[in-house]
Structure formats: structure tokens, C-alpha cells
């Protein structure tokens, strides 16, 4: 059974510090993972999906990399603003046709950045 | 394009009432798939919906329970409701022929069950 974990479930950062989230899974069948951003009360996000035949993708200031054989994902975010205060998931959808509408989330880490 | 949509926004419940929701995708979007987070569990995966066709289920109990039409807008219904229903209802569309598609999210149903 596929588990996705996230460490720390909470980070609290000054504006302006590089940091990195990081996220787990067991099962490295996986065809791809992806990251999604989530704000108080609302829906999520897609921020980055890497496929797992690549090993990361980049997106502005946000760049997430995938090393499926250790079961390992980081979210890396540059330069952190106020803005990018948000409960922050990654998921992962399992290989085969049969999977192709299912994500299994981690908990998600909570990021704070103080101005 | 017009992003997911979901109605309606909150609910208020007591307990042994039925609930519908609906959803309904991004344009194009065959595929529609169901979550329940709560503080608890996280996020869950119900089940997805493609071409009016259940396509994939989670372990979720069977009060709960989904349709899909033919414009692909998608229903998920939970009868008796139980004070452990309490949750965001999120919905997802995708394109859906594909595992490589990103799912895109809709901003939840808010159900509170008294």
C-alpha cells in the first residue's frame, strides 16, 4: 500500500530564505508526482508535475525534483515572499490505466513566511 | 477556460440527512474524480468518474455514492449522514486519457454534518 509522507508538517521562515519541503512515498511505482498548493479553506493548486521519467521540473521561482528509486521528492522555493504562505501537498498517481484518476496524498507541510 | 466548479459552496446538515454535490469540469475534461479532506484523514480519493462510467473507487463506505452525465459534470451523493462526514468535498477533471494529465481542482464543497 502506497504511503506519501511530508517532513516538516510545518515551517516558519523570514522572507526572503531559500528553503526546501520535502516529501516521501513507499511505492516507487509510480507515474508521476506532483505538487499542489492549498490556501486557507480553498481548493488546490497544481504547481509542478514531474513525470517519472524525469527528474525535475522548474517553474519560476519553484523547482521540484524526483529520485523515484529512493521514493524521494523535494520542493525547492527560491527567494520565499509573505505570498507564498500556503499548506503545500504533493501526490503521487500510481502506474497503470487503471489508476489514471487517483492521487495519494502526503498531509502537507504548513509554510510560513514572515515578512 | 472556465476552471472546476463546484455547488454548492457550503452545507449545513444533521445527522441521517442525504447530501448531493455536484461538479462540473474544465471544458473538454472527461474525467472527473472525488476527495474528502479533513484535519484527521488528509486527503482521500473517493472515486473517478470518465465517460459516465466509474473508472476507479476508494475505501470508502457505500452511502457514498457518484454519477456522471454525458456533459461529464459529475454528482457524488452521501446518504445518512454521520458527524464523521464533516469535510471538504473536492472535486478534480482532467482530460482523463492519460496518466501523465494534471489534475486540476476545483475550490470544495464545505459540508458540516450537526
Known amino acids: 500500500k502506497q504511503e506519501v509522507t511530508q517532513i516538516p508538517a510545518a515551517l516558519s521562515v523570514p522572507e526572503g530564505e531559500n528553503l526546501v519541503l520535502n516529501c516521501s512515498f513507499t511505492d516507487s511505482a509510480i507515474y508521476n508526482l506532483q505538487w499542489f498548493r492549498q490556501d486557507p479553506g480553498k481548493g488546490l493548486t497544481s504547481l509542478l508535475l514531474?513525470?517519472?521519467?524525469?527528474r525535475e521540473q522548474t517553474s519560476g521561482r519553484l523547482n521540484a525534483s524526483l529520485d523515484k528509486s529512493s521514493g524521494r521528492s523535494t520542493l525547492y522555493i527560491a527567494a520565499s515572499q509573505p505570498g507564498d504562505s500556503a499548506t503545500y501537498l504533493c501526490a503521487v498517481r500510481h502506474s497503470g490505466s487503471s489508476n489514471t484518476g487517483k492521487l495519494i496524498f502526503g498531509q502537507g507541510t504548513t509554510l510560513q513566511v514572515k515578512p | 477556460k472556465a476552471g472546476v466548479t463546484q455547488t454548492p459552496r457550503y452545507l449545513i446538515k444533521t445527522r441521517g440527512q442525504q447530501v448531493t454535490l455536484s461538479c462540473s469540469p474544465i471544458?473538454?475534461?472527461?474525467?472527473v474524480s472525488w476527495y474528502q479532506q479533513t484535519p484527521g484523514q488528509g486527503l482521500q480519493f473517493l472515486f473517478e468518474y470518465f465517460s459516465e462510467t466509474q473508472r476507479n473507487k476508494g475505501n470508502f463506505p457505500g452511502r457514498f455514492s457518484g454519477r456522471q452525465f454525458s456533459n461529464s459534470r459529475s454528482e457524488m451523493n452521501v446518504s445518512t449522514l454521520e458527524l464523521g462526514d464533516s469535510a471538504l468535498y473536492l472535486c478534480?477533471?482532467?482530460?482523463?486519457?492519460?496518466?501523465?494529465?494534471?489534475?486540476?481542482f476545483g475550490p470544495g464543497t464545505r459540508l458540516t454534518v450537526l
Open positions: 514531474i513525470q517519472s521519467s524525469q
Open positions: 471544458s473538454g475534461h472527461r474525467s
Open positions: 478534480a477533471s482532467s482530460p482523463g486519457t492519460s496518466g501523465a494529465d494534471t489534475q486540476y
